[in-house]
């Protein structure tokens, strides 16, 4: 989604810190992008579309600056051109916005009455004049930004410039995720905490209706009633590292590389020295519910799917697993003894955050589990787990779909101790598996070879299947959803007992079926359907257990397979997804894709 950068200092040029800034936001996904800084007193604004590089070529049209705001724009209200990127002009402001303006077009009515003329198609100008028309009778800025905050209805993280007052920035938010960044004798303004980490880590999280004014020594912060508040300031645990290749060619290659660790931190927030008991007294109590809702997007919503396959199997809890986009204008069957769990990465895609409120307007307690700390969710619902995955750049995510996996097994296996479904004893068995989870992701890791073999033999197919049952389907949708979006082939993922009703008419010789085969109990029933795809020439390849490899290993049923060593239930969905990220992965890089950041996709999915 769009990023925004600003800076007011004199300790640097603001040009190269505003672009140093959208370089480290690109992988939010974007298609133009724009500057505007103060030269010679005047505001000078260079746009380009596509790529920052095209921006940068255009630079050399301006000075140094002591002041500045930029954006990358991911195309929302008009296409991807140069007119359409920001920064907006419109009278004396200047302005960059993340966000949606909801009732923009009522709004260009009235101004277009005042004489306002539009030069793009873009929701973000309609604001730009709003502020500007409000501020001309007003005269005071801050009544101004809280009059247009009123009249506006959406989302938005504003930056902006008046003509009139070029050594300040001024900013406000409401629903998209804004933070002012501290320097000495500097300050900054960014829509995410990599845009300043080359510069500093400390940084102020603007809140929804607060407004800032922020010089190079000074940052003001208002409340919605024009008070001035104290805010505090937080410092960011990572460094720039994170944001970092650190010799990988792609960022999803590292991520992928991260996840041993990822799932080492992540249990030891809960169980640091292997003792049942700690994991006892820092999980959530189910107790109080009679049901859960787990509410999600994408990747997120796939990583509830296993929630729910584990919590049903072994915490006897009915869990109804949402998409977000359909849970928040749906009648939901929620009351006082439902549990939602919303689960997010990023913690401010805009349907889950709608969604969490929407629970929260029912009476239901929310539980998030979310990467970003401090993220919008993060701090709207009630309690919070948060996955311990570290900044996460690559677009596809893997690291931290592992995470939320891995929390939701967590949580599953504390409630089925405390229903006696699994003993004491058991759950030490359990623990042991759980140490020894980040090797053996390690080691699936380092069988890169296999993986470039099984994406050679696919990468030029245009249709490729993913096959399971029960946590092996959820399992396959997340594969499917993997190799789609970095590689742009179609593929598609179904129960597998569903073949036969309609979707086995697609199966021609040599159309690639990937397999999912780990769940013990209905394995015979899932190769049965493996092989009614082999029988219409199916290229089939299996990711199977160590153990059912050895049961049903021999038989001639696939092509190729991959298998993954042998753990508690619990874990299995997070081996299982490793190989199909790498295989993924590997399809994409041979069709020499923009791996990172897939056409058309957004790393945090801030509007509806
Ligand atoms: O930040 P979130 O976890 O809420 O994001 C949800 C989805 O947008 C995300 O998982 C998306 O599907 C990924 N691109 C999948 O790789």
Redesign the pocket.
Known sequence: MCGIVGYVGKNKNALHVLIDGLKALEYRGYDSAGIAVINDDKIKIVKSHGKIKNLEEKLNEVDNSYIGIGHTRWATHGKPTEVNAHPHKAGSVTLVHNGIIENYEELKKDLRKQGYKFKSETDTEIACALIDSIYKTSNNKLLTLKKANEMIKGSFAFGIIFDNDINNIYSMRKDSPLIIALGDNENYIASDVPAILSFTNKYILLDSNEYAVISEDKIDIYDNNLNLINKDIKEYEGTKEVVMKNGYEHFMLKEIHDEPKVIENTFKQFIKNNDINELIDNMPDLSKYDNIDIV?????YHAGLIGKSLIEKFADIPVNVELASEYRYKKNFNNEKTLTIL????G??AD?LAALRKAKQNGTYTLGIINVVGSSIAREADSVLYIKAGCEIA???TK?YLAQVLILSLITINKAISNNNISKEKAKLILEDLKKLPNMIDDLIKEKEKFEIIAKNIYKDNNIFFIGRGVDYAISMEGS??LK?ISYINSQAYAAGELKHGTISLIENGTPVVAVVTDENIAEKTISNIKETKARGANVILITTQKLNEKYGDSDFYDQKIVIPNISEFFTPILAIVPLQLIAYEVAKLRGENIDQPRN?AK??TVE
């Open positions: 999600a997007c994408g990747s997120a689960v997010s990465q990023s401010e895609t889950t677009v596809a995510t931290a959803l993997k979006e996709l945090s999915v």
